[in-house]
């Protein structure tokens, strides 16, 4: 699987972004998505994870009512939507492909995209 982040750039605090994930290579509607994100000098921590049917989504407390997580099979794609954003959300952001939706799931990492949130 073959995972390309996009949509990342600089906002104002209170803005959003939506981060896209466009996948191809194995099917991706058998893989468990997420999103992930790591800031300067931080490890990489887990943001939003989506089953492969949608039907299950998890998220970081610490961008639950905030961020929401989405997938579309048909464009191979799976969606980011970050809301009410705040100066501790700047991160690079990585998309990740797995076996269930989850932290520890994931296999197949794409390269990141950077969020910047001004104060």
């Known amino acids: 699987v073959q995972l390309q982040a996009s949509g990342g750039g600089l906002v104002q605090t209170g803005g959003s972004l939506r981060l896209s994930c466009a996948a191809s290579g194995r099917t991706f509607s058998r893989y468990s998505m997420g999103w992930f994100r790591q800031a300067p000098g931080r490890e990489r921590e887990f943001v939003a994870a989506i089953s492969w049917s949608g039907a299950t989504t998890n998220y970081a407390d610490s961008v639950k009512g905030r961020f929401t997580i989405s997938r579309e099979i048909a464009k191979n794609t799976v969606y980011l939507q970050m809301d009410s954003l705040k100066p501790e959300d700047t991160a690079v952001y990585y998309c990740?492909?797995?076996?269930?939706?989850?932290?520890?799931?994931?296999?197949?990492w794409g390269k990141g995209t950077q969020v910047t949130v001004s104060s």
């Open positions: 990740a492909a797995g076996d269930y939706p989850g932290p520890g799931g994931m296999v197949y």
